[in-house]
């Protein structure tokens, strides 16, 4: 398997992801992507759309905005709550995350202790700080959102969204009744979410501005009216009980519908989206041993929750969440209705007035994009270069487009048959170097087609396509081209 190192040298040469304002020093945790990134984040999140979105007949999108008032974020808990135990060297002054640093030093499992707790446990250890070996503080919270301040009096306080969702929270009945919506009905959004986290490290994985892709589905709690259950009920997910990883047990595979009957799932809508999700990561090539549904434990849990279900992926580095599945229930409708006055309950047309529950996948794009990456990264030994088995839906470009030689015409032939191409996708012209090396620059991007127009096509109008898969060639009309590569690419 690849590793971290060899992704980051390849998306940093080939400008896919870096590092924001990277001339100053950059900004730790903030990326940037680039012309390839661009284009590989683009195809994603429209397979994403057509996947979860276009394919169903009751979810609809909503484009929010990243700064909110502070009032919403009282309401959700995110400033009282969203919070992380930190510590700090006494001497060198180096901060630490409290939790994570005793698990890796202890190999102790902290989640959800107080900081009373976790600095007792500090001193029980003995643990000092591993830069200088200087005392550390006692463990205090320290709020992970973003701050600021609207107006230019700054009369107004505010925040960097630490999540995508509260939008579509605070956005549900004006939505629901635009849409003349009934239950279950399903908001989508995907936009940029804001954590100061403490230590911003593992290249994307934790970064302190990154993609969310998230679904409230709303739905009546007395029926979840989850109708195309029965197209999911028998896909088989892997899930890590709780059981299982209090007795360091193994993940068990399991039906569906079995895991909803017996309560392993807290309900059909839970089950609906992580059948989905199973099939939507094996889809883009991730091996089914190398994801999970783990169970989240009682303390990682928040209190209003219903149940936690993160997808996690076997990365080099180990498991790590990419998609977190929570059952929200009635909490942030509630929260919202009494912060702010307005009643956001639903009539239903039996008379019953309900809050709605919620079920949310939040999907983390940089996770899932890392894991596409390192899931794809070859280093070909024979082939004598790394190439990218990217999913082809996903591929930067659908083709390069080569003349052979730089002369006798075939320039101007290349250019025509780049031109007829980039109406239906997006392809690249290469000139420069040797063949072999335009090949080699195109499969350590991924792209599934190399195009070559050579001697013979000034004869009878036919390319070399070279596959990037088998580096198979064969011959193809120009006039079959477009529908050549759109078949292949399905
Ligand atoms: N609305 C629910 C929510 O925000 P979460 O589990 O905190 O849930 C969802 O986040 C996903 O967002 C995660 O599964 C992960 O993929 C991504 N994510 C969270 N924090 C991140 C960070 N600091 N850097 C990159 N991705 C992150």
Same mark, same amino acid.
């Given at each position: 398997?690849?590793?971290?190192?060899?992704? #980051?040298?390849?998306?940093?040469?080939?400008?896919? =992801?870096?590092?924001?304002?990277?001339?100053?020093?950059?900004?730790?945790?903030?990326?940037?992507?680039?012309? %390839?990134?661009?284009?590989?984040?683009?195809?994603?999140?429209?397979?994403?759309?057509?996947?979860?979105?276009?394919?169903?007949?009751?979810?609809?999108?909503?484009?929010?905005?990243?700064?909110?008032?502070?009032?919403?974020?009282?309401?959700?808990?995110?400033?009282?709550?969203?919070?992380?135990? =930190?510590?700090?060297?006494?001497?060198?002054?180096?901060?630490?995350?409290?939790?994570?640093?005793?698990?890796?030093?202890?190999?102790?499992?902290?989640?959800?202790?107080?900081?009373?707790?976790?600095?007792?446990?500090?001193?029980?250890?003995?643990?000092?700080? !591993?830069?200088?070996?200087? /005392?550390?503080?006692?463990?205090?919270?320290?709020?992970?959102?973003?701050?600021?301040?609207?107006?230019?009096?700054?009369? $107004?306080?505010?925040?960097?969204?630490?999540?995508?969702? $509260?939008?579509?929270?605070?956005?549900?009945?004006?939505?629901?009744?635009?849409?003349?919506?009934? *239950?279950?009905?399903?908001?989508?959004?995907?936009?940029?979410?804001?954590?100061? +986290? =403490?230590?911003?490290? #593992?290249?994307? =994985?934790?970064?302190?501005?990154?993609? #969310?892709? +998230?679904?409230?589905?709303?739905?009546?709690?007395?029926?979840?009216?989850?109708?195309?259950?029965?197209?999911?009920?028998?896909?088989?997910?892997?899930?890590?009980?709780? +059981?299982?990883?209090?007795?360091?047990? +193994?993940?068990?595979?399991?039906?569906?519908?079995?895991?909803?009957?017996?309560?392993? *799932?807290?309900?059909?809508?839970?089950?609906?989206?992580?059948?989905?999700?199973?099939?939507?990561?094996?889809?883009?090539?991730?091996?089914?041993?190398?994801?999970?549904?783990?169970?989240?434990?009682?303390?990682?849990?928040?209190?209003?929750?219903?149940?936690?279900?993160?997808?996690?992926?076997?990365?080099?580095?180990?498991?790590?969440?990419?998609?977190?599945?929570?059952?929200?229930?009635?909490?942030?409708?509630?929260?919202?209705?009494?912060?702010?006055?307005?009643?956001?309950?639903?009539?239903?047309?039996?008379?019953?007035?309900?809050?709605?529950?919620? @079920?949310?996948?939040?999907?983390?794009?940089?996770?899932?994009?890392?894991?596409?990456?390192?899931?794809?990264?070859?280093?070909?030994?024979?082939?004598?270069?790394?190439?990218?088995?990217?999913?082809?839906?996903?591929?930067?470009?659908?083709?390069? @487009?080569? !003349?052979?030689?730089?002369?006798?015409?075939?320039?101007?032939?290349?250019?025509?048959?780049?031109?007829?191409?980039?109406?239906?996708?997006?392809?690249?012209?290469?000139? /420069?170097?040797?063949?072999?090396?335009?090949?080699?620059?195109?499969?350590?991007?991924?792209?599934?087609?190399?195009?070559?127009?050579?001697?013979?096509?000034?004869?009878?109008?036919? @390319?070399?396509?070279?596959?990037?898969?088998?580096?198979? $060639?064969?011959?193809?009309?120009?006039?079959?081209? %477009?529908?050549?590569?759109?078949?292949?690419?399905?």
């Amino acid at each position: 398997m690849a590793k971290l190192e060899d992704i #980051q040298r390849l998306c940093l040469s080939r400008a896919i =992801i870096f590092p924001t304002a990277e001339i100053y020093g950059g900004l730790s945790g903030c990326f940037d992507y680039g012309p %390839i990134g661009v284009l590989i984040k683009r195809k994603f999140l429209d397979y994403w759309r057509q996947f979860f979105v276009k394919n169903e007949d009751n979810i609809f999108e909503l484009d929010g905005a990243v700064i909110l008032p502070e009032k919403v974020l009282i309401a959700s808990g995110h400033v009282e709550s969203f919070v992380d135990p =930190i510590t700090q060297c006494e001497k060198c002054k180096s901060i630490y995350r409290a939790d994570n640093f005793i698990e890796e030093k202890t190999g102790r499992f902290v989640e959800g202790k107080s900081p009373q707790e976790l600095t007792k446990i500090i001193r029980e250890e003995k643990l000092v700080c !591993p830069n200088c070996k200087g /005392s550390l503080s006692e463990v205090r919270m320290f709020n992970l959102m973003f701050k600021t301040f609207a107006g230019p009096t700054g009369e $107004q306080t505010a925040y960097l969204r630490p999540e995508s969702a $509260q939008n579509i929270f605070t956005g549900f009945e004006r939505v629901f009744r635009a849409v003349r919506g009934k *239950l279950p009905l399903g908001i989508a959004q995907h936009g940029h979410a804001f954590r100061n +986290e =403490i230590s911003a490290r #593992q290249f994307v =994985i934790r970064s302190r501005e990154f993609n #969310q892709i +998230e679904i409230e589905m709303f739905f009546d709690p007395e029926n979840d009216g989850c109708e195309r259950f029965d197209e999911v009920k028998d896909k088989e997910i892997i899930i890590m009980t709780r +059981e299982a990883q209090l007795k360091n047990g +193994e993940a068990v595979k399991v039906k569906v519908g079995e895991a909803v009957k017996k309560n392993i *799932l807290p309900n059909k809508w839970m089950g609906y989206f992580l059948a989905k999700e199973f099939e939507f990561f094996k889809s883009l090539g991730i091996k089914e041993e190398n994801m999970r549904f783990r169970h989240m434990l009682p303390e990682e849990t928040p209190h209003y929750s219903g149940g936690n279900f993160d997808l996690e992926i076997k990365f080099d580095f180990g498991w790590k969440e990419v998609v977190g599945n929570a059952y929200r229930t009635d909490h942030d409708l509630k929260n919202h209705s009494k912060f702010s006055g307005e009643d956001l309950s639903v009539a239903l047309p039996d008379g019953r007035k309900v809050l709605p529950h919620v @079920v949310e996948p939040s999907f983390g794009l940089e996770r899932i994009l890392y894991a596409i990456l390192l899931e794809s990264y070859v280093d070909d030994k024979e082939r004598g270069w790394v190439w990218l088995k990217l999913p082809k839906k996903i591929a930067p470009y659908a083709a390069g @487009v080569y !003349p052979l030689v730089n002369k006798d015409k075939l320039p101007d032939k290349a250019r025509e048959v780049y031109k007829l191409l980039k109406k239906e996708f997006d392809v690249f012209f290469d000139d /420069s170097g040797s063949i072999g090396k335009r090949y080699a620059r195109a499969d350590e991007i991924g792209v599934p087609f190399g195009i070559t127009i050579d001697y013979q096509t000034l004869e009878d109008d036919t @390319v070399t396509v070279r596959d990037r898969d088998t580096t198979k $060639q064969e011959r193809v009309k120009i006039e079959e081209l %477009i529908n050549f590569i759109k078949n292949r690419l399905n």
